[in-house]
């Protein structure tokens, strides 16, 4: 009897401590109308950021697009530290439809872009900001890092665990393998992988897909949902 009380006691303590979770995560979400403790330049209607948010300063420099999706424990940084002045300006913005996976980091010390209906999966590392080692004599971490600004293209699909570094252009529709390092150009309709990464393929409207793509274009499912019938 005694083992079957503590069982039921443990499923209801189990059952209250989910629910309470749910309620907490749904009340501490970032919206335009529920902003929390932030000051973003701008948040868009039906933006959310997932609780808990991850490391979050320089806000008043950010801009969200509408219909965004920021998931749980992401990174969003301007500047180097908390409350720096960093004169007129934004340096981060997010276009309308933007995902950013769990555990992602975006630091925008320089500008740094992300066009309409981007999507990162989870814990991505876009950055404008590196360490410079010029200094064979000083540590790494205490010398002034490089900046260059960052753009990603509309359309754009950021795998998982991929980094985005100083300077680096994306084009339109670009998908960037998990895993990869990502500098320089990369032209629309391109997909990049490998570290650094590279271009294995692209499509032309006068060639298509090359190398040819190996699978047909998936068809969306029109049937009724799993388990009916």
Do not use: K
């Amino acid at each position: 009897m005694l083992t079957a009380l503590r069982g039921l006691a443990g499923r209801a303590a189990s059952g209250v401590a989910h629910a309470l979770w749910r309620r907490l995560r749904e009340a501490a979400a970032v919206t335009a109308d529920r902003p929390g403790p932030y000051a973003f330049h701008h948040i868009g209607p039906r933006t959310r950021l997932a609780f808990p948010q991850g490391t979050v300063f320089g806000e008043g420099y950010m801009s969200l697009g509408a219909g965004c999706v920021i998931g749980q424990d992401v990174t969003l940084t301007v500047g180097m530290a908390p409350d720096l002045d960093l004169g007129p300006g934004l340096r981060l913005t997010l276009g309308d439809g933007v995902v950013l996976g769990r555990g992602s980091h975006i630091v925008a010390d320089a500008p740094v872009t992300v066009a309409d209906d981007v999507f990162l999966g989870p814990y991505c590392y876009i950055t404008s900001t590196n360490h410079s080692y010029d200094d064979p004599a000083r540590p790494v971490g205490l010398q002034w890092p490089r900046a260059a600004p960052v753009a990603i293209g509309a359309g754009s699909w950021i795998g998982a665990g991929a980094v985005v570094l100083p300077g680096a252009s994306l084009g339109r529709n670009v998908v960037v393998a998990a895993g990869a390092v990502v500098r320089g150009e990369v032209p629309d309709h391109t997909v990049v992988a490998g570290v650094p990464a590279r271009a294995v393929r692209r499509w032309t409207a006068d060639e298509g897909w090359q190398p040819p793509l190996r699978t047909p274009a998936p068809v969306p499912w029109t049937g009724p949902p799993p388990g009916d019938g």
